[in-house]
């Protein structure tokens, strides 16, 4: 690998926030100032970025371009998506494509008005609920010794998609559906880093101690059949959806934060992201929570810029 960063974001849980994190992350990147951009991201340049939606829901392609432009692109224009990739590359090893007719150029929203300059998308497709199907069932012919060796690149097609883009971008965020299925797998491969984000509940939480030991595992799997493959580090656990008391977490959101913290130390983020409505408001419109800056919609972009913060001096 080399070239772009690149971010999974990825819980087996559902509604915790992965898409508003992959979300806010990538475009709060142009909203540093240069003085930020210099200090975390060694230039003053705008960083070159490429959003991966790899989830059948579509969310993140949908909060980048609002759903109307989302629906005209997919399934009026029909512009080819990253389900389309996925199927070539499923059915030839060394597919020749223009990875340029998949990605769309210079259209993620930043408001009503505007677009972010240097930030792309690969749209996904709903059609992608069946692909952790058509993996499995999905066999090559190998010579290689070992059932890991033999059925390694089923965890490969996302890399083999992304390896001629690499250079074209400094950061590249995956945003997954919530299961460790193929379609996860394959974008935790392709990654260096690991994102988890997590409710302050029970039942959110619950997993996580069972995600960290699968993320050691496929290292593992992955470094004996690819020997040369970069560690998938996880960067952290980000806290989200938390109800406020006096600017502090509720009482109940508070015992379980404190209990990750004793658990994960320092994976534990120190910022965490608040519930709200700015964030969905601005979602339905199709732009991120930084262009609202009054009331909830201020508190929460603040909020997610002290997140990016902390994420970058992870990475």
């Not at 579509?58 to 109307?68: A, K, Q, R, T, W």
């Not at 320092?266 to 409505?277: A, K, N, Q, V």
């Not at 609202?292 to 972009?301: C, E, I, T």
Request: glycine share 6%.
């Amino acid at each position: 690998m080399g070239g772009a960063k690149v971010i999974t974001v990825m819980n087996w849980k559902g509604g915790v926030g992965k898409t508003t994190m992959t979300h806010h992350l990538g475009t709060g990147l142009h909203m540093l100032s240069k003085e930020e951009r210099l200090e975390y991201l060694g230039s003053e340049k705008m960083p070159r970025i490429l959003f991966v939606d790899n989830d059948a829901q579509c969310n993140l392609s949908i909060s980048c371009l609002h759903v109307e432009k989302y629906e005209d692109l997919v399934y009026k224009q029909h512009l080819p998506t990253i389900h389309d990739l996925y199927k070539l590359f499923i059915c030839n090893e060394s597919p020749a494509v223009d990875m340029h007719k998949y990605i769309i150029k210079n259209q993620v929203r930043m408001d009503n008005h505007r677009v972010f300059m240097g930030m792309d998308l690969l749209l996904a497709h709903q059609e992608l609920v069946y692909l952790d199907m058509n993996i499995a069932m999905n066999s090559r012919a190998s010579f290689q010794s070992g059932l890991i060796s033999k059925e390694i690149y089923k965890y490969q097609y996302l890399n083999d998609i992304l390896e001629s883009v690499r250079s074209d971008y400094d950061y590249i965020f995956i945003d997954c559906p919530p299961n460790l299925g193929y379609t996860t797998l394959n974008a935790l491969y392709a990654s260096e880093y690991c994102l988890i984000p997590t409710g302050l509940d029970h039942l959110s939480s619950y997993g996580i101690a069972s995600l960290l030991k699968e993320i050691d595992r496929l290292n593992t799997e992955f470094a004996t059949a690819v020997p040369d493959h970069p560690m998938i580090e996880v960067v952290g656990i980000v806290a989200n959806n938390v109800e406020e008391n006096r600017e502090a977490p509720k009482r109940s959101q508070k015992l379980i934060r404190e209990r990750l913290k004793d658990s994960y130390h320092e994976l534990m983020f120190e910022p965490y992201l608040t519930r709200g409505d700015g964030i969905p408001n601005a979602s339905e419109q199709g732009y991120p929570v930084y262009a609202d800056r009054s009331g909830n919609a201020l508190k929460q972009g603040d909020l997610l810029m002290e997140i990016l913060r902390e994420f970058l001096g992870r990475i």
